[in-house]
Structures are given as structure tokens and as C-alpha cells.
């Protein structure tokens, strides 16, 4: 593998001025725009298509006796496919600590958020009384009614609920940190135009207030950082359970009917695997879409094509054995009904859809054996839009080709595509697609981040700043003290190294006299011991509010199907627990996600928006490419001069501070 995956050029503020510049100042602007009509319009005919919908019902689908799941649903299992692989590309990435991931998990967590948001549509309209969806959910009402726990519709409604809170965790607790970053770069850019008189303050000013409330007070204090690496890591953790549980859990109660087609034990196995197939297919697009419009070569760098397209062939190569195992498994094992299915789909009214689905996953990554073609964007993105392509034929394939007629003859019903069915999916793309270009216009696309990280290890740039920055460490306190009541003293160093030597010197002061902290752009582990921060974990929260959360609905379940509101129809059990697992583990993610948040919010006295670091001068850089120290007075003891005597008796490039000032309150 070769190529950089950072310019050796690269600096800290370049890194966060290339990405900021997209939100803040939009370069290409009109390219933006008319692609931003074309997105607004394909809403528009998803708005007039459910329009239609509610006036109509769901029929306008085409949809039939026998074939009562059409491209409705077809839809939103591609819709959750993509989610699905998009959560799991970027969970992955972060638990193995792939160095390179900083160019493409903030894609891939926008885009599980969005197809989500998408998928979660679908099941809402597909209920016929679209208003009433809120009967799907555990709530007291005033007939003392239960929800049917035993149904698929309400394990997708959990499902659905809990794969958005994941997401949506998991997406902003990456963007906390550079939401910060957003946030000093834009009161900057306030403060100049303000000094100027331009005619665009107010707005600069507006943005860089709510640039301020959704960073919630971020300080990148060193105990911030502690709870948020271990937050985002157990997010995603939780992330790839959930994954595996819906996707196994839809495919395993297909797999576990009767109709030939669907009842087979690689169908689990296949459904996951093209699901993350089609995620990391768009996942691609998107990101060489992005790379391509904005210019971030220095960021996404054949490097990363290389990766993705390493990545596209391994998933290639495990879908192309999924569909040789069930042809060859149909064909030399299989009953009569399971091999008229396989004869149909690839002879019968709908072969086109079919064939396409084979030809479009399995052959366009065998070209991605080629190195130039894996570091070529053109070839990656065409790989990854004929993989999403051919991920909707083989959801319409095993949906719709399959119910068109099942073991018995008398079920046998023609299906036609409709083109409600094609309208109203053209319509969801049209709402991803519009809060995709809403998102790249207003946040930043690339992790800053996870480059400022790659960036401090391998890019010989960033190391010589901090070097030459330490050369010129005076280290002399303030020469004119303030007069204002002293809210603590504060230093400036140039790398984390620094800032972890002078706190070790000043860790020996009691904590009845001062409270110690650092802040800087990045995580910094190696201040943790000075301040006594090892010990803390996020780990307990989570387990308990996962225990917590799965047992209790579990035990709801139980309660209400088996003794409080009894429904026993078809022969079932009184008490059939096992259709209550699904539903529990995703309510048990859900819940051990929301206790994280709340933990890494309460643990942090968070949000924030003022506090006293904020006054220390420069101490925007804490966002950029400085280390701070902040030594805040703890009762009638502290004394200034003491801790500034520590500070500047350190020698040269081994935690003397740049500067050191006293901070009033």
C-alpha cells in the first residue's frame, strides 16, 4: 500500500482552516446551490407522493394479496442496508484505531443518521393510518391498552427509534469537539468584520452564537477529552451490536418462514454482508463526491481511495461467494420450490432485476484488483454507485421476486412496478440528498480532529511547529498583575508533552488550594496521571443503563402479553418469550446509549457556555494548536506566585511555558 495518508505539509491550523472553510465561508457556492435545487425538488414529489398517499392509501404502491411488500419496503430495507453499513464502516474503524479514519467516519455517521432518518419514513406510511403511529409505542393511554409485542411492527419501530438515537449519539459526540473549533473560528471571524463594519456582522455574529450553544461549552479540557474518547468508543461498540441485531433479526424471521427463497440459513449471512456492502458503496460516492467539490485532496488522499477500494473488493468477493453458496447449496440440495424460485428470478417477468443485482455486486469490484484503478475516484465512485444499485435490485429481488408466488399455486398474483413505488422512493433520495447538502454547508464533512491526530504522528510539519514554537518559550509570568479578584493562573505550551511536565511539576500542590486542569485541540492521555484522571471509566454507566434498559422492557413484555392484557390468537403460547429478544437487545442499546450521553454530559458539566477559562488570553488556540494549563484557586491558600515560580524554573523544551498569565474572574 502506498501513498501518504497526510501531506507532510500539513500544520494543525491548516488542517482546521482547510476544513472550516467549507461551513464557514463556502467555497463553490453555486455548484452547491444547483445541486441543492435538484435535491429540493425531488422532496417536492416525495411531499405531493405522500400527499397522494394519505388521500388514496396504501395501494397506489401496487402492491397485492400476494406480493403485500412491493418497493415500499424493498426501499426501507435498503434505506436501513445502507444505514446499517455507513454505522458499521465507522464503528469499526474506531474500535481497531485505524489512523486513516478521520477522512471518512464523519461521512459514514452523516450518512447512517440520514438513511435512517429516510428508513424511519417508511414503516410510518406503510401503516395505512399514518397518524396513529404512535399506537406502535409503550405509552399509557386511556383504554389500557398494550402495544402487540409479539408483532414485527413494533420490533421495527424499536428498532428504528434505537438505530436513530445510536446514530444520532454517535454522530454528534464525534462533531462536539470541531463543533468548538467552528465555534472560535467563527467568533474570530465576528469579531473582524465587526471591527470593520461589514455589512455581514450580524450574521457572522448570529452564526457564531449557535456555532456556540451546540458546542455546549467545550474547553478541550483534559478531563473532556477522557470521557469523550471512551464515549465515542462505547457508542460505536453498541453501534455494531445494534447492527448485527437488526439486520440478523429482519433476515432471521424471513429465514425462519416457510417460502422458498427466503426459508435458509445463509440468508442471515448474506443480508448482513450485502448491507454493509451497500453502505460502504455509498459511503464512497460520497466521499469522492465531497473530495471532488471541495477540493480536500490534502485530507482524503489516494491513501484512503485505497483503502475504500481494498474495502469494496474484500465485501465484493463475500457477497460474490453469498450468491454462489445459494446457487450451488439451491441447485444440488434444495426442493423442487426453492429451485423454481432461483429458475424465476433469473428467467421470469423480473430476471432484469435480478441479474442486475448479481452483475452490479459482484463484478465492478473485480476491477479494484488493480492498484491504479484503486487510487482512481472516478473508478471508486462507479464502483460504489453500481454496488448501491445493485443493492436495491437484490432487496426487490428477495422481496418482491420471492412473494410473487409462493408454494402454493393458488397465490400466484402477477406485480407490476408502479410508478408511485419508483416516485416515492425518488422522493426519500430527495430528502437525503437535500440534509446531506445541508449538512456539508453548515458542518464540517472531515473529521478535524481525527487529522489533527494522524497529522501530530507522521506529519514532520506539525512536529516542527510545536518544536520551533518551544524554541522560543520565555517563560517569564506577567509582568503586570491584576487587580481584579484572581480566578487562577494559566500557561501556554506548544505541545502536549510540555503541558504534561509542567503539570507533573505543579501536582504536588494540595487540591484544598488549587484545581488543575489542560486543554488543547487534541485528546492528550499523557496528562491524565498528573491530574489524578486515570481511574475514570464510562464503562459502569453504560452497562448499567444497558441491564437496566434491556430487562425492563423484557419485563414489560412479559407483564403485558402474559398477565395484564392477555391476546391469545393462532395457537400462540400465553407466554412466548423469544419474540420478545429482538425487540429488548435494541431497546438495551438504546438505553446504554442515552445513560453515555447523559454520562459524558453530567461528568463534564456540560453544557457550559461561559466559564472563567474562556477570559484566558488566546485561549481560541485551545481549539487550534495550543496547550493550556489552568490553575484555579481553591480557597484563602492559593498562591500565584508560587505555582509561576514552578512554572518558569522548568528548563527549555522540557514544560517551560510560553507565557504565563494570571486570570481574573
Not at 243 to 253: L, R, Y
Not at 607 to 633: K, Q
Not at 637 to 643: E, H, Q, T, V, Y
Request: proline share 6%.
Amino acid at each position: 500500500m502506498s501513498g501518504a495518508l497526510i501531506r507532510p505539509d500539513a500544520t494543525l491550523p491548516g488542517i482546521g482552516g482547510a476544513v472550516a472553510e467549507i461551513p464557514l465561508t463556502h467555497p463553490g457556492n453555486r455548484r452547491w446551490w444547483i445541486a441543492f435545487a435538484g435535491a429540493a425538488s425531488l422532496l417536492g414529489l416525495f411531499a405531493l407522493t405522500l400527499a397522494y398517499l394519505l388521500y388514496a392509501g396504501p395501494g397506489i404502491w401496487a402492491n397485492n394479496n400476494a406480493v403485500v411488500w412491493a418497493l415500499d419496503i424493498a426501499s426501507y430495507d435498503w434505506w436501513i442496508g445502507v444505514a446499517s453499513g455507513s454505522l458499521l464502516v465507522s464503528a469499526i474503524l474506531l474500535l481497531l484505531g485505524a489512523e486513516w479514519r478521520g477522512a471518512v467516519n464523519r461521512i459514514a455517521e452523516t450518512l447512517a443518521l440520514l438513511a435512517t432518518a429516510a428508513a424511519g419514513l417508511y414503516p410510518i406510511i406503510h401503516l395505512g393510518r399514518p397518524w396513529f403511529f404512535f399506537w406502535n409505542l409503550p405509552y399509557p393511554n386511556t383504554y389500557n391498552l398494550w402495544p402487540q409485542f409479539r408483532s414485527p411492527l413494533l420490533w421495527d419501530a424499536i428498532d428504528i427509534v434505537s438505530f436513530l438515537v445510536i446514530c444520532v449519539s454517535l454522530w454528534f459526540i464525534g462533531l462536539l469537539p470541531d463543533l468548538a473549533t467552528l465555534r472560535d473560528r467563527a467568533h474570530v471571524e465576528a469579531l473582524r468584520q465587526s471591527d470593520v463594519k461589514a455589512p455581514t456582522r450580524k450574521l457572522a455574529l448570529l452564526r457564531a452564537r449557535v456555532y456556540g450553544i451546540l458546542a455546549s461549552g467545550w474547553r478541550g479540557s483534559a478531563a473532556h477529552w477522557q470521557i469523550w474518547v471512551q464515549a465515542y468508543r462505547t457508542v460505536a461498540l453498541l453501534g455494531v451490536l445494534l447492527v448485527v441485531s437488526v439486520q440478523t433479526g429482519a433476515s432471521v424471521m424471513l429465514a425462519g418462514s416457510l417460502m422458498p427463497g427466503w426459508h435458509s440459513t445463509l440468508l442471515p449471512v448474506s443480508f448482513l454482508v450485502n448491507a454493509v456492502y451497500s453502505g460502504v458503496g455509498v459511503t464512497a460516492v460520497i466521499v469522492m463526491l465531497i473530495r471532488l467539490v471541495y477540493g480536500l485532496d490534502a485530507l482524503v488522499t489516494n491513501r484512503h481511495l485505497d483503502v475504500l477500494g481494498r474495502l469494496l473488493l474484500c465485501l465484493g468477493c463475500a457477497s460474490a461467494y453469498c450468491y454462489a453458496a445459494e446457487y450451488f447449496d439451491t441447485f444440488l440440495n434444495g426442493d423442487a420450490e426453492g429451485r423454481g424460485v432461483l429458475v424465476r428470478r433469473m428467467t421470469g417477468d423480473h430476471a432484469l432485476v435480478s441479474w442486475t443485482a448479481v452483475l452490479c455486486l459482484v463484478l465492478p469490484a473485480q476491477i479494484l484488483w488493480s492498484a491504479r484503478a484503486r487510487t482512481a475516484p472516478l473508478a471508486i465512485a462507479a464502483v460504489g454507485l453500481l454496488v448501491a444499485i445493485g443493492a436495491y435490485a437484490d432487496h426487490v429481488m428477495v422481496l418482491v421476486v420471492t412473494l410473487t408466488q409462493d408454494f402454493l399455486p393458488s397465490s400466484r398474483l402477477p406485480y407490476t412496478t408502479d410508478i408511485w413505488g419508483i416516485a416515492t422512493f425518488a422522493g426519500s433520495i430527495g430528502l437525503f440528498l437535500t440534509l446531506l447538502l445541508l449538512f456539508l454547508r453548515y458542518l464540517p464533512a472531515v473529521s478535524i480532529v481525527e487529522s489533527r491526530r494522524l497529522a501530530l504522528t507522521v506529519s514532520p510539519a506539525a512536529q516542527e511547529a510545536a518544536r520551533t514554537a518551544a524554541s522560543r518559550a520565555t517563560g517569564r509570568p506577567e509582568e503586570n498583575p491584576v487587580t481584579a479578584p484572581l480566578w487562577g493562573v494559566s500557561a501556554t505550551f506548544a505541545s502536549q508533552g510540555d503541558l504534561a511536565a509542567a503539570l507533573q511539576a505543579v501536582s504536588g500542590i494540595g487540591p484544598d488550594q488549587v484545581h488543575l486542569d489542560g486543554h488543547g485541540p487534541v485528546p492528550m492521555p499523557r496528562t491524565l496521571r498528573p491530574l489524578g484522571l486515570e481511574g475514570r471509566s464510562i464503562l459502569p454507566y453504560a452497562l448499567a443503563g444497558a441491564l437496566l434498559g434491556g430487562f425492563g422492557f423484557f419485563a414489560m413484555c412479559v407483564y403485558a402479553t402474559a398477565y395484564d392484557y392477555v391476546f391469545l390468537i393462532g395457537g400462540r403460547p400465553r407466554l412466548s418469550w423469544p419474540s420478545f429478544v429482538v425487540p429488548s437487545v435494541s431497546f438495551a442499546m438504546m438505553a446504554g446509549c442515552v445513560a453515555i450521553h447523559l454520562a459524558l454530559l453530567v461528568l463534564n458539566r456540560l453544557p457550559r457556555l461561559n466559564h472563567p477559562a474562556f477570559n484566558i488570553p488566546g485561549f481560541l488556540r485551545a481549539s487550534e494548536d495550543r496547550f493550556f494549563l489552568s490553575a484555579e484557586a481553591r480557597g484563602d491558600r492559593f498562591d500565584a506566585g508560587r505555582i509561576e515560580r514552578r512554572l518558569a524554573a522548568l528548563p527549555a523544551e522540557a514544560g517551560r511555558p510560553l507565557e504565563i498569565r494570571r486570570i481574573p474572574r
